[in-house]
T-cell receptor, first 116, second 109 residues
Framework: GAVVSQHPSRVICKSGTSVKIECRSL??????MFWYRQFPKQSLMLMAT?????????EQGVEKDKFLINHASLTLSTLTVTSAHPEDSSFYIC????????????FGPGTRLTVL | GQNIDQPTEMTATEGAIVQINCTYQ??????LFWYQQHAGEAPTFLSY??LDGLEEKGRFSSFLSRSKGYSYLLLKELQMKDSASYLC??????????WGAGTKLIIKP
């Protein structure tokens, strides 16, 4: 199956700093990438959907100025958590959809963010 | 609104069979997925159903009834490593995944 990577896998940062998370599709072109957040013992929550070359579509309640998403190429999307605070500590997961097969999303391994 | 319901937690015995149910109400339907998620890891794909009926894949099977808005995941010959959360997700008319809250499956020896 298709492979999606995420970097870093874990990050610890101080409150007020910004953190960038990269999501890459390694062996296919991802026309659409999704960013999810998951708090402990809860299900995945979709944060935003990004299509290559266009602005991301954010879910209700997600601040677009705080969670900056860039999908500059067909294989790379980035999520930047700006001015991170302890309540932003969570598990962030990206997934990517192959433009030729719209019915399946391939998940990255996730990034554990801890804000002190 | 869109809604996916599945039990919060289930317990089963090693070697036994367990069935995890999922009911859904969504705007449109383009298929139903089951994912397995171990703690601290991303979800991994288990199955995809778009037509009514049973899909079997090794120890795991998934069933779908579109008229009833119902699916189940059947796990046979349970092993300790099957302890995980199982997520039901429906692809709606916009090809967006709508997620259930997940069922935590606890396997006891």
């Amino acid at each position: 199956g298709a492979v999606v990577s995420q970097h870093p896998s874990r990050v610890i940062c101080k409150s007020g700093t910004s953190v960038k998370i990269e999501c890459r599709s390694l062996d296919f072109q991802a026309t659409t990438m999704f960013w999810y957040r998951q708090f402990p013992k809860q299900s995945l929550m979709l944060m935003a959907t990004s299509n290559e070359g266009s602005k991301a579509t954010y879910e209700q309640g997600v601040e677009k100025d705080k969670f900056l998403i860039n999908h500059a190429s067909l294989t790379l999307s980035t999520l930047t958590v700006t001015s991170a605070h302890p309540e932003d500590s969570s598990f962030y997961i990206c997934s990517a959809r192959d433009g030729r097969e719209v019915n399946e999303q391939f998940f990255g391994p996730g990034t554990r963010l801890t804000v002190l | 609104g869109q809604n996916i319901d599945q039990p919060t937690e289930m317990t089963a015995t090693e070697g036994a069979i367990v069935q995890i149910n999922c009911t859904y109400q969504t705007s449109g339907f383009n298929g139903l997925f089951w994912y397995q998620q171990h703690a601290g890891e991303a979800p991994t794909f288990l199955s995809y159903n778009v037509l009514d009926g049973l899909e079997e894949k090794g120890r795991f099977s998934s069933f779908l009834s579109r008229s009833k808005g119902y699916s189940y995941l059947l796990l046979k010959e349970l092993q300790m490593k099957d302890s995980a959360s199982y997520l039901c997700a429906v692809l709606d008319s916009n090809y967006q995944l709508i997620w259930g809250a997940g069922t935590k499956l606890i396997i006891k020896p």
